[in-house]
């Protein structure tokens, strides 16, 4: 944004325990509800287990490491996947017009945590424990969220949201290391890359852990982009687009994006972000009535952030029909 732009930040936003949705309480499970279905975000409270805030800062250590390296031993880990592997800064589209993304990415997909090998670079395996075990804690936290969900919608049996995220079937759930960084110091040139373009998640929920603004939502109630306060201890927890389409648009799935303050990107920004997924054969269907399995919403969209002037004239996917077509060309 520009320099002489105000900052908005978001007031509105819910906090929730974990430790009192690890308890089963009743109340905090039904502010859990009303965020989900009027914010579609919310602060989820970590400070209750050490060890997990310990393994975030032990997370961004090992992300630094990595992306600190040279382009060229990096892309050693390009497996020209959505799901694993390594991505290059500038393969989408950025959030200002006629700019790329501003972010590199490193992935593990919860298909190698289940195996237990990461198809990577030996210096990347020999992390691969740490990310795991990553992995295993907020699928766990997420999985949880989902349990409360369904119980406080009233769903039973095959109805409930988890019984569409099974470990016995296929899924495309990510952990996603993102690295935005900082903007060279030129006065003369605009930058080329920022930021993430506007969008709704590909997930039913998103778990991100960051330490730098840069997150922003359009707010369901001032309709106006506001950004998100980084809360140390605490994650930003998100309801993604096969949630809401699950819940017949009960839960919502909001429109938001990463860019810088002001300008440029003045810091390097680190975020991790955990993406549940539905089983890839789950069934779903759009505003639309169109019936879609999981995977293939996952691939469409995929695609649509590649290149979604040519595969989203209408703007109907890359906001998951959240917006109109006029309104999200803006």
């Not at 409270?45 to 990595?66: H, I, N, Q, T, V």
């Not at 603004?213 to 306060?229: N, V």
């Not at 919403?297 to 029909?321: I, N």
Request: charged share 25%; proline share 5%.
């Amino acid at each position: 944004m520009a320099d002489n732009e105000p900052i908005v930040v978001s007031t509105s936003l819910p906090t929730i325990h974990l430790d009192l949705l690890r308890s089963g309480d009743a109340s905090e499970s039904q502010k859990l509800l009303g965020a989900c279905q009027n914010q579609g975000f919310f602060y989820l409270d970590l400070s209750s287990d050490p060890e997990l805030c310990d393994l975030w800062k032990g997370m961004l250590a090992r992300m630094k490491d990595y992306f600190d390296q040279p382009l060229d031993v990096k892309m050693q880990d390009d497996r020209s996947s959505d799901n694993y592997g390594y991505i290059p800064v500038g393969t989408e589209v950025g959030s200002k017009p006629e700019t790329k993304d501003g972010y590199e990415t490193l992935k593990f997909s919860r298909r190698e945590y289940l195996k237990g090998s990461a198809d990577l670079t030996t210096s990347v395996r020999s992390q691969a424990d740490y990310f795991f075990s990553y992995i295993k804690e907020v699928h766990a936290i997420t999985l949880l969220v989902l349990t409360r969900l369904s119980t406080e919608l009233g769903l039973t049996g095959p109805k409930r949201f988890e019984a569409d995220h099974q470990d016995t079937a296929p899924s495309l759930s990510t952990l996603v290391l993102l690295h935005y960084p900082k903007h060279a110091e030129d006065p003369n040139a605009s930058p080329k890359n920022v930021g993430h373009l506007k969008h709704t998640d590909v997930s039913s929920l998103t778990m991100v852990l960051a330490e730098q603004w840069g997150l922003q939502l359009m707010s369901p109630e001032t309709k106006q982009w506001e950004f998100l306060e980084p809360r140390p201890q605490h994650a930003i927890v998100n309801v993604g687009d096969f949630l809401r389409f699950l819940s017949g648009g009960k839960l919502a799935s909001i429109v938001h994006r990463v860019i810088p303050l002001r300008e440029r990107q003045v810091e390097d920004r680190y975020s991790i972000a955990y993406f549940l997924r539905m089983n890839d054969d789950a069934t779903f269907e759009d505003l639309n009535g169109k019936t879609w399995t999981t995977k293939e919403w996952h691939d469409f969209k995929f695609d649509v952030f590649k290149s979604h002037v040519k595969m989203d004239t209408k703007a109907q996917f890359l906001t998951a029909m959240m917006e109109d077509g006029e309104k999200a060309a803006a």
